[in-house]
């Protein structure tokens, strides 16, 4: 276990459904990312929060909408996907910005397969 | 955007040879990460190199990072069935996050 707790393991949901994924960790780390996963694709950084503020977004369409209440916290609110969005979504956390060189601590993902 | 190329993407050994993944940014980098990631599992941190020229080890696992610091490698002796999964680079660029590369997933043959 790394301390990065993500839920649920796996989602199935439907493109006019809306679902959110939890992201939890509490290793009192400051910065915390959305990376997705595809199957023929590095890892991509969707968001990136420091200190509970947004600062990145790497173009990710309007339909994942990151949502960070407190440091300990995030989540990734979804709606209207497309088939195309299906992969394993993987939360992370630093304990300082990764531009600070300080090293990830992933989470096990969440499979979401849309349909 | 910055990118971050690894090669090979994927390797296949019997068990016991070395395998070696190469890591090469276009930019010169402030430090580099390497992560490993078990088939359905997600990326565990190795390490990290910050030095130009520097060399760890970890048990038969060797990490390098070049002169000019826009490369590195990985290189496991004697590869054993548990070695087993994707290696990833990620750059840390100075100012920016991390930049993952795309993996070398590597299978060894008992």
């Known amino acids: 276990e790394t301390g990065v707790t993500q839920t649920p393991r796996h989602l199935v949901m439907g493109m006019t459904n809306k679902k959110s994924l939890k992201c939890e960790q509490h290793?009192?780390?400051?910065?915390m990312y959305w990376y997705k996963q595809s199957a023929k694709k590095p890892l991509e950084l969707m968001f990136v929060?420091?200190?509970?503020?947004?600062?990145e977004n790497n173009s990710v369409p309007s339909r994942f909408s990151p949502e960070c209440p407190n440091s300990s916290h995030l989540f990734l609110h979804l709606h209207t996907l497309q088939p195309e969005d299906s992969a394993l979504y993987l939360c992370?956390?630093?304990?300082?910005?990764?531009?600070?060189?300080?090293?990830?601590?992933f989470g096990q993902g969440t499979r979401l397969t849309v349909v | 955007g910055q990118q971050v190329m690894q090669i090979p993407q994927y390797q296949h050994v019997q068990e016991g040879e070395d395998f070696t993944t190469y890591c090469n940014s276009s930019?010169?980098?402030?430090?580099i990460q390497w992560y490993k990631q078990r088939p359905g599992g997600h990326p565990v941190f190795l390490i990290q190199?910050?030095?130009?020229?520097e060399v760890k080890k970890q048990k038969r696992l060797t990490f390098q990072f070049g002169e000019a610091k826009k490369n590195s490698s990985l290189h496991i002796t004697a590869t054993q069935t548990t070695d087993v999964g994707t290696y990833f680079c990620?750059?840390?660029?100075?100012?920016?996050?991390?930049?993952f590369g795309p993996g070398t997933r590597l299978s060894v043959l008992p």
């Open positions: 990620a750059a840390i660029i100075y100012g920016q996050n991390f930049v």
């Open positions: 930019t010169t980098l402030s430090n």
């Open positions: 992370a956390s630093s304990p300082d910005p990764g531009v600070m060189g300080t090293e990830a601590f």
């Open positions: 290793l009192g780390h400051n910065a």
């Open positions: 929060y420091n200190f509970k503020e947004q600062t």
């Open positions: 190199l910050v030095k130009s020229g």
